[in-house]
């Protein structure tokens, strides 16, 4: 079997990291070289997947990204596949040093910062899209919201009012027998916060009438009735106080049908990007992961903030293991110690329902090469660049601090970007590995393949390729540079294949966490 350059076919991403990632799949038995020596794989190991580059003994940390990803179980050889049969998780102390990596933010001077086209909102906001929304407290009023929102499709719709993104229902999986503290706070705050989203230029707000979290509670928490100027009346009715499920559709469409010729006035003006908020999020992840698309979008990131932008990461979760490369670039101690209050209180919730944080990554993760939930959130963060951590929220909190902030959600898509949406992010891009079909209406979302194969494949689903990276005709920089712009023109209007499918809209799930009854 001819020799082949191990630097051509195996990607390290530190120097001493003990692991490497395979750009392509190499065969048992083959001999990789370079200058400083060869090694020869063990077994066929697959695309993404980790070879050792070095011996670990057993039970010794294994690196990656230059940070430990797990530990040695029995002893590693260089060519061994390195997965779930030799590489385990077991906790370890992280070093935390708050605030000693933080640099503060070196801004472009205002005369050259980039602008984007979007729809002025009330209260200095701009939108992105142009949206009205038909939305439900309860699961209870979900088949009403969705069949006065069905009103208003196709087309005669689209030809009438232009100017307008769609009208759609934002359905909530709950909202009946809520915990009345921290559930019903989240649930409310949610809601709250999306009925004045910036891509949401109105709404009709619908409830069935008898359950625990009441229209008036969200009113009263987020001062609802309180327009601010420019801002269009909404609309509150609940079916039992309607008559019934008939008359509360048509009252609705009703409702419905005087907010849209005010919300079709709306225009795209010029907006700075300090007006552009970025939800950050990543789905049906790989072993390209960390290497391709995340760490572009870091780069991307990174941009935005220097022009006065917002980008805001999530998933607490899955940054686990990794927390400590963010508390220590905090602006502030409380800034790191809110972080570590979520990550505290994620490690209490999993001892309480018997399950291990560790138990992520999930099936697909791992057949795409991930092991352990360290290496997935090391890969994860890298979704976050270089910039300082301004600010920590928690779960669907109003997000109001320019640069890079901290979202605590669950690792579970829908509902982690619906609390970044309800935060204010007017704009996402998701990264995925496998191959994640992801919508999330009022927000456009832009989709990141890390590798080329999979870009191919789904390339109806796919916004932009990641994996040119990898291929080797584009760096890191260069393929952030172009997600940078592709963020631009979408916040401009530019539709993303999600919204080209119709999908998005039933992707909408507020957290429910704690009991419900």
């Known amino acids: 079997m001819a020799l082949i350059d191990l630097d051509s076919v195996v990607l390290r991403l530190r120097e001493g990291d003990h692991v490497g990632v395979l750009k392509k799949t190499v065969k048992g038995g083959t001999e990789l070289a370079n200058g400083s020596g060869s090694i020869t794989t063990a077994i066929t190991i697959p695309a993404g997947h980790k070879i ?3 011996s670990v003994a057993d039970g010794g940390a294994v690196l990656k990204y230059g940070q430990i990803i797990g530990f040695a179980e029995g002893n590693i050889t260089p060519g061994e596949h390195v997965h779930s049969q030799n590489l385990v998780c077991r906790d370890y102390e992280r070093e935390h040093h708050f605030c000693s990596d933080y ?7 205002e005369a050259e910062r980039r602008t984007f086209q979007g729809f002025a ?16 407290n309860v699961n209870c009023s979900n088949s009403v919201s969705r069949y006065v929102a069905e009103r208003f499709r196709g087309a005669d719709f689209q030809k009438q009012f232009p100017a307008i993104d769609g009208v759609i229902a934002l359905k909530t999986q709950g909202g009946c027998g809520v915990d009345p503290g921290g559930p019903m ?7 709250g916060n999306m009925a004045r989203h910036s891509n949401i230029a109105g709404y009709v707000m619908i409830g069935l009438g008898c359950e625990d979290n009441q229209i008036s509670g969200i009113r ?10 420019g801002e269009i009346a909404p609309v509150f009715m609940t079916i039992q106080g309607t008559g019934g499920s008939l008359k509360t559709i048509e009252a609705a469409a009703k409702a419905v049908e005087a907010i849209l010729p005010k919300v079709a006035e709306g225009r795209r003006t010029e907006q700075p990007l300090s007006k552009l908020l970025l939800a950050e999020n990543c789905g049906g992840s790989d072993g390209n ?7 572009a979008l870091g780069i991307a990131s990174d941009e935005l903030v220097r022009h006065g932008g ?16 963010l508390t220590n670039r905090a602006a502030t101690p409380e800034i790191a110690e809110k972080l570590m209050r979520q990550i505290h209180w994620w490690e209490d919730y999993a001892k309480r329902h018997d399950e291990k944080i560790d138990n992520n990554p999930s099936v697909g993760n791992k057949a795409g090469g991930l092991t352990t939930i360290y290496e997935k959130s090391l890969g994860a963060l890298a979704k976050g660049g270089q910039s300082p951590l301004m600010a920590v929220y928690d779960y669907a909190e109003r997000i109001d601090t320019a640069g890079f902030g901290f979202m605590d959600t669950p690792g579970y898509d829908p509902v982690s970007m619906t609390g970044l949406v309800a935060g204010g992010c007017n704009v996402g891009v998701f990264t995925t590995g496998r191959g994640s079909v992801y919508g999330c209406k009022p927000a456009p979302c832009i989709k990141v393949a890390t590798n080329t194969a999979l870009f191919n494949w789904m390339e109806e689903d796919m916004d932009l390729n990641a994996g040119t990276i990898i291929d080797g005709t584009e760096t890191v920089a260069e393929v952030g540079a ?12 530019e539709k993303t294949k999600s919204e080209l499918n119709g999908i998005g809209d039933d992707e909408f799930q507020p957290w429910f966490p704690g009991a419900q009854f």
């Open 482 to 493: 172009r997600l940078f712009e592709k963020i631009i023109t979408v916040a401009n209007g």
């Open 310 to 325: 917002t980008s805001v990461l999530a998933e607490t979760t899955e940054i686990y293991g990794a927390e400590h490369l």
């Open 220 to 229: 009263e928490d987020y001062d609802l009735d309180n327009l601010r100027e």
């Open 121 to 136: 909102r009330p209260g200095g906001r701009a939108g992105t899209r142009n949206y009205v929304a038909v939305i439900s």
């Open 52 to 54: 050792a580059l070095q």
């Open 289 to 295: 992961s960390g290497c391709t698309a995340n760490p």
């Open 103 to 109: 640099r503060p933010t070196e801004f472009y001077p």
């Open 185 to 191: 706070q989240i649930i409310r705050r949610t809601l």
